[in-house]
């Protein structure tokens, strides 16, 4: 049987571990709808997509400061095993062994920091693009679990499916007012959490999945509104 979409060999690959980010520019439809922007969507794409990757692949970022407001140079953390563009954000798939829990925390605050310094970014694209209405924010949803490999029949093109690739997406878009939620499940110990200004909480209304344990950082949390925290969140005792 044709079909327009190539069909995929008869068996999935073993189940592997995997960490997934998932991202999404919050207010991209309303940037693509104005007149002639494709003349400027690829060059906002394409700063939005080497900022986010130089979270694990590394380099300088105008976001990435330490405690003294000075840039530092990331270090690698690891090359993701699948990349995939989803029109208003991105997919990446990274081999779980591939990280000790240094190089979780690093992918955590890295992200945390790209989401909260966002507006340098939309600083340095307003240099190039004369329109009002970039995105303003990004989101980042982060899980962990297993991910089957699918072969197309006809190409050695490769998609993957999970668990873990849903969780993130409803992840990335559950309290946008924090803007990032990372699962329990990169089991990131507590105690190093609490260091970092972390907190473990209960999500307890992810659309089409049971309550799950869920990283924010203490200060974005603590500056909800109560009734967002009560209508998401539990505190786990």
């Not at 007149?35 to 990435?64: I, M, R, T």
Request: proline share 3%; hydrophobic share 40%.
């Amino acid at each position: 049987m044709k079909t327009t979409i190539g069909l995929f060999k008869p068996t999935a690959s073993y189940p592997k571990q995997a960490i997934v980010v998932l991202f999404d520019l919050e207010g991209f439809s309303k940037f693509f709808s104005q007149p002639d922007v494709h003349e400027y969507v690829p060059k906002f794409l394409n700063l939005v997509l080497s900022n986010v990757e130089k979270c694990f692949l590394g380099g300088q970022a105008s976001w990435a400061l330490n405690s003294k407001d000075k840039q530092v140079e990331m270090e690698e953390i690891a090359k993701p095993i699948h990349s995939k563009f989803l029109g208003d954000g991105g997919l990446y798939i990274f081999d779980y062994t591939e990280f000790t829990e240094t190089k979780k925390i690093h992918l955590v605050n890295r992200l945390w920091m790209l989401k909260s310094n966002f507006q340098m970014i939309v600083s340095e694209a307003s240099e190039d693009i004369p329109i009002l209405d970039l995105p303003k924010n990004i989101r980042f949803g982060v899980s962990a679990g297993s991910v089957y490999r699918l072969t197309y029949s006809n190409s050695n093109k490769e998609e993957y499916i999970g668990y873990s690739i849903n969780l993130a997406s409803r992840l990335q878009s559950y309290c946008r007012e924090i803007g990032i939620s990372i699962s329990g499940r990169l089991n990131i110990k507590s105690k190093q959490l609490e260091k970092l200004n972390y907190l473990k909480l209960a999500a307890k209304n992810i659309k089409g999945f049971p309550q799950e344990i869920v990283i924010v950082d203490k200060h974005d949390y603590e500056g909800l509104d109560d009734s967002i925290k009560t209508e998401l969140f539990d505190i786990i005792t």
